[in-house]
């Protein structure tokens, strides 16, 4: 306990992140001194807000950030010179820019993002720096630009060049480990005698782990290492395992449904998912024969229930299938890993055609909260601008460009305000350490090479502790805030007024911010769970509604996706919470069901179509409550549409797969429903 409570010991690349951060800083402000730029303390704080362990993360995002810098040059520009004569209306446009330009920052989960978000607060750093002098707003506008651009280029070539650490080795690892960890959860669920408490608890941990691992796939183009050029095979094996938390999830289910009838799961079924399991964790590319055997003896059982009438018959053939698809796609993970192991780019042709089209992108944050935000900014800076031209405080326009800052950097999170509270306590320490530099240390310094001396240690300590999980921020938040109190420039002037205002604006805008992010944007684990649960819903109900045809790998990643980051979420809620009975699993594979269905509906059956228009109402209904559960007559619309088609399967087989996914979609939506008359024979009653 004391060792999880206490500082982290520093390993190797904790220091090598720190001392290449250390190094882009000081050339960023060594190059920034050279040119004679009025605050190249900026160039430092940039430096750290940009700096990522892996090369290629500073990289993917550098050169978004770097146009988005020039953006919110370019727009200071237009907006201050139209409205400098009036401070006021002056405000509301910076504050409109920022808004508008956070809001869609919030709505792209790709580097893309950086760009906007650079843009919007780019314009308040600049367009509030002078307004006395209008005539320097070009040179103003230029410097600052320059000064962040100089941070950004230096942490990206610093982290390229020297001794990077490379994101296709770490990822590589992770899948490596993953797919581990789903042999493993293969095997638990597979047992005759599974914890189905168990069961949900893997999926969401290998849900989560894999919404992490999208990050890492998107900077691969941007990386050094070897493994730079497969990111077709790597996003390839993606898709692949994200296929297998929901194939298996099916099985599982079809598993918990036999056990519960009265002939339990049949004889031929234990002695077979034992040795699928044992495959899987042997996980050896010799193994592939054995898949193909597997997948052969899963077919053939299930051929021996087609045709049957019974609903356990139906479960069996379900689960065998489903199963079949399992090995199948485990198969692709092992093929697709050794060719990323060995460098090989013979990737089979069908896996290539299964990612040709990506299908759905993978679900933006909520409008609603983006737009939220943006708003929330918008009049955060407002305050923050009424509160400067107000008193007109000399130094009040730090405290709107920070507030400007604070908001567009907080506005990610479900819950920014447990943050920004220990945000406003490292403000206060860095006010402190700053002191002692100023007046205890700096006096005494002369030339670059002895400033960098006396900063080296307190930079280091802040780049290490960076690269830790439980203090990354808090150390970040205390070496910018610093940094920024020092103002270093290239003639020093000590001036304890100008220090001290400095750091009343800091603290100012940390409070205008944590005070309009409560009013607006005080949300829980509950608020992010629901909010994220309406997208899902939303999804469904438009999958359910429209004809396309969806590939369905693509769509697996969509919906896994979802399960990825509701998860952790669902998890925080107290029992009490009307979104703790939220069935997420359940829902991620109603949505592959649902595709199925569209997919594979011949000629357009009036009773799946009226299956299809009630599942879409009912998913309509869940937007507007989220208590509202699977009713009788979307039940009874589910059984309609299965007789229909089990009639039609005798003969025409191809109706056989449609039955499968309606069998699925009725275990999703009604797990406790008694067997369907319709299909029943003495186990009906079952």
């Given at each position: 306990?004391?060792e999880?409570?206490?500082?982290?010991?520093?390993?190797?690349?904790?220091?090598?992140?720190?001392?290449?951060?250390?190094?882009?800083?000081?050339l960023?402000?060594?190059?920034?001194?050279?040119?004679?730029?009025?605050?190249?303390?900026?160039?430092v704080?940039?430096v750290?807000?940009v700096?990522?362990?892996?090369?290629?993360?500073?990289t993917?995002?550098?050169?978004?950030?770097?146009?988005?810098?020039?953006?919110g040059a370019a727009?200071?520009?237009?907006i201050?010179?139209a409205?400098?004569?009036?401070?006021?209306?002056?405000?509301?446009?910076?504050?409109?820019?920022?808004?508008?330009?956070?809001?869609?920052?919030?709505?792209?989960?790709?580097p893309?993002?950086?760009f906007?978000?650079?843009?919007g607060?780019?314009?308040?750093?600049?367009?509030?720096?002078?307004?006395?002098?209008?005539?320097?707003?070009?040179?103003?506008?230029?410097?600052?630009?320059?000064?962040?651009?100089?941070?950004?280029?230096?942490?990206?070539?610093?982290?390229?060049?020297?001794?990077?650490?490379?994101?296709?080795?770490?990822?590589a690892?992770?899948?490596?480990?993953?797919?581990?960890?789903?042999?493993?959860?293969?095997?638990?669920?597979?047992?005759?005698?599974?914890?189905d408490?168990?069961?949900?608890?893997g999926?969401?941990?290998?849900?989560?782990?894999?919404?992490?691992?999208?990050?890492?796939?998107?900077?691969?183009?941007?990386?050094?290492?070897?493994?730079?050029?497969?990111?077709?095979q790597?996003?390839?094996?993606e898709?692949?395992?994200?296929a297998?938390?929901?194939?298996?999830?099916?099985?599982?289910?079809?598993?918990?449904a036999?056990?519960?009838?009265?002939?339990?799961?049949?004889?031929?079924?234990?002695s077979?998912?034992?040795?699928?399991?044992?495959?899987m964790?042997e996980?050896?590319?010799?193994?592939?024969?054995t898949?193909?055997?597997?997948?052969?003896?899963?077919r053939?059982?299930?051929?021996?229930?087609h045709?049957?009438?019974?609903?356990?018959?139906?479960?069996?053939?379900?689960?065998?299938?489903?199963?079949a698809?399992?090995?199948?796609?485990?198969e692709?993970?092992?093929?697709?890993?050794?060719?990323?192991?060995?460098?090989?780019?013979?990737?089979?042709r069908?896996?290539?055609?299964?990612?040709?089209?990506?299908?759905?992108?993978?679900?933006?944050?909520?409008?609603?909260?983006?737009?939220?935000?943006?708003?929330a900014?918008?009049?955060?800076i407002?305050?923050?601008?009424?509160?400067?031209?107000?008193?007109?405080?000399?130094?009040?326009?730090?405290?709107?460009?920070?507030?400007?800052?604070?908001?567009?950097?907080?506005?990610?999170?479900?819950?920014?305000?447990?943050?920004?509270?220990?945000?406003?306590?490292?403000?206060?320490?860095?006010?402190?350490?700053?002191?002692?530099?100023?007046?205890?240390?700096l006096?005494w310094?002369?030339?670059?090479?002895a400033?960098?001396?006396?900063?080296?240690?307190?930079?280091?300590?802040?780049?290490?502790?960076?690269?830790?999980?439980?203090?990354?921020?808090?150390?970040?938040?205390?070496?910018?805030?610093?940094?920024?109190?020092?103002?270093?420039?290239?003639?020093?002037?000590?001036?304890m007024a100008?220090?001290?205002?400095?750091?009343?604006?800091?603290l100012?805008?940390?409070a205008?911010?944590?005070?309009?992010?409560?009013?607006?944007?005080s949300?829980?684990?509950?608020?992010?769970?629901?909010r994220?649960?309406?997208?899902?819903?939303?999804?469904?109900?438009?999958?359910?509604?429209?004809?396309?045809?969806?590939?369905a790998?693509?769509l697996?990643?969509?919906?896994?996706?979802?399960?990825?980051?509701?998860?952790?979420?669902?998890?925080?809620?107290?029992?009490?919470s009307?979104?703790?009975?939220?069935?997420?699993?359940a829902?991620?594979?109603?949505?592959l069901?649902?595709?199925?269905?569209?997919r594979?509906?011949?000629?357009?059956?009036?009773?799946?179509?009226?299956?299809?228009?009630?599942?879409?109402?009912?998913f309509?209904?869940?937007?507007?409550?989220?208590?509202?559960?699977?009713?009788?007559?979307?039940?009874?619309?589910?059984?309609?549409?299965?007789?229909?088609?089990?009639?039609?399967?005798?003969?025409?087989?191809?109706f056989?797969?449609?039955?499968?996914?309606?069998?699925?979609?009725?275990r999703?939506?009604?797990?406790?429903?008694?067997?369907?008359?319709?299909?029943?024979?003495?186990?009906?009653?079952?």
């Amino acid at each position: 306990m004391n060792e999880r409570r206490g500082i982290p010991p520093l390993g190797w690349n904790e220091i090598l992140f720190s001392l290449k951060t250390l190094l882009a800083a000081g050339l960023a402000l060594w190059i920034a001194f050279r040119l004679g730029l009025s605050r190249p303390y900026w160039s430092v704080v940039t430096v750290y807000v940009v700096a990522q362990p892996l090369a290629g993360a500073v990289t993917s995002k550098a050169l978004y950030r770097l146009l988005g810098t020039l953006t919110g040059a370019a727009a200071t520009l237009l907006i201050v010179p139209a409205l400098v004569n009036s401070p006021e209306l002056l405000a509301l446009g910076v504050a409109a820019w920022v808004g508008g330009c956070l809001a869609i920052s919030l709505l792209d989960r790709s580097p893309r993002s950086y760009f906007f978000m650079l843009a919007g607060y780019t314009a308040a750093i600049i367009g509030f720096t002078n307004l006395a002098d209008p005539a320097a707003l070009f040179d103003i506008a230029s410097s600052r630009a320059t000064e962040i651009a100089l941070g950004i280029v230096s942490a990206t070539v610093v982290s390229r060049v020297v001794l990077p650490r490379h994101a296709g080795p770490t990822l590589a690892a992770r899948m490596e480990g993953w797919l581990g960890d789903a042999a493993e959860w293969a095997g638990d669920t597979l047992a005759t005698a599974a914890d189905d408490r168990a069961i949900r608890s893997g999926a969401k941990r290998l849900a989560g782990d894999m919404a992490g691992m999208t990050g890492l796939i998107s900077t691969l183009p941007y990386d050094t290492s070897a493994l730079r050029h497969a990111r077709e095979q790597l996003s390839l094996l993606e898709l692949r395992m994200t296929a297998l938390i929901p194939l298996l999830l099916g099985v599982a289910d079809r598993l918990s449904a036999l056990r519960g009838l009265p002939g339990g799961v049949p004889a031929a079924l234990p002695s077979l998912l034992g040795r699928v399991a044992e495959w899987m964790r042997e996980g050896r590319m010799g193994t592939l024969r054995t898949g193909m055997s597997l997948r052969r003896e899963l077919r053939h059982l299930a051929v021996e229930f087609h045709g049957r009438g019974a609903w356990d018959d139906l479960l069996v053939r379900n689960l065998c299938l489903r199963l079949a698809e399992v090995v199948k796609v485990w198969e692709d993970c092992l093929i697709l890993r050794d060719a990323i192991a060995f460098g090989r780019e013979d990737v089979p042709r069908r896996l290539r055609l299964a990612n040709g089209s990506r299908g759905w992108p993978l679900p933006r944050l909520d409008a609603g909260l983006a737009w939220t935000s943006g708003f929330a900014a918008f009049v955060g800076i407002l305050l923050a601008s009424a509160i400067w031209l107000g008193t007109g405080w000399k130094d009040g326009n730090t405290g709107a460009q920070l507030t400007a800052i604070f908001c567009c950097i907080f506005a990610a999170f479900d819950n920014p305000l447990p943050l920004l509270r220990l945000h406003t306590g490292c403000v206060a320490a860095a006010a402190v350490i700053a002191a002692v530099y100023l007046f205890g240390i700096l006096p005494w310094v002369d030339g670059f090479a002895a400033l960098m001396v006396v900063l080296a240690p307190f930079l280091f300590l802040c780049g290490a502790f960076m690269a830790t999980p439980r203090w990354g921020f808090s150390a970040f938040a205390i070496c910018a805030n610093t940094t920024l109190f020092l103002a270093l420039e290239s003639s020093f002037a000590m001036d304890m007024a100008l220090f001290a205002n400095g750091v009343m604006a800091a603290l100012a805008g940390s409070a205008i911010a944590i005070v309009i992010l409560r009013l607006f944007r005080s949300a829980d684990a509950e608020d992010g769970a629901r909010r994220l649960l309406r997208t899902l819903w939303s999804d469904l109900a438009g999958l359910a509604s429209t004809g396309e045809s969806w590939r369905a790998h693509a769509l697996a990643r969509r919906m896994v996706d979802h399960l990825g980051h509701l998860a952790p979420r669902l998890l925080a809620l107290p029992a009490t919470s009307r979104m703790a009975g939220a069935d997420v699993l359940a829902d991620v594979r109603t949505g592959l069901n649902i595709a199925d269905i569209q997919r594979l509906q011949r000629d357009s059956l009036p009773e799946t179509q009226r299956l299809l228009e009630e599942l879409e109402y009912h998913f309509r209904a869940r937007l507007r409550d989220a208590a509202v559960r699977p009713g009788a007559s979307l039940l009874a619309r589910v059984d309609e549409a299965m007789r229909v088609v089990n009639d039609r399967q005798t003969t025409q087989p191809a109706f056989g797969r449609l039955l499968l996914a309606l069998t699925g979609l009725r275990r999703c939506l009604f797990p406790y429903a008694p067997a369907p008359v319709l299909l029943s024979t003495a186990e009906a009653g079952a």
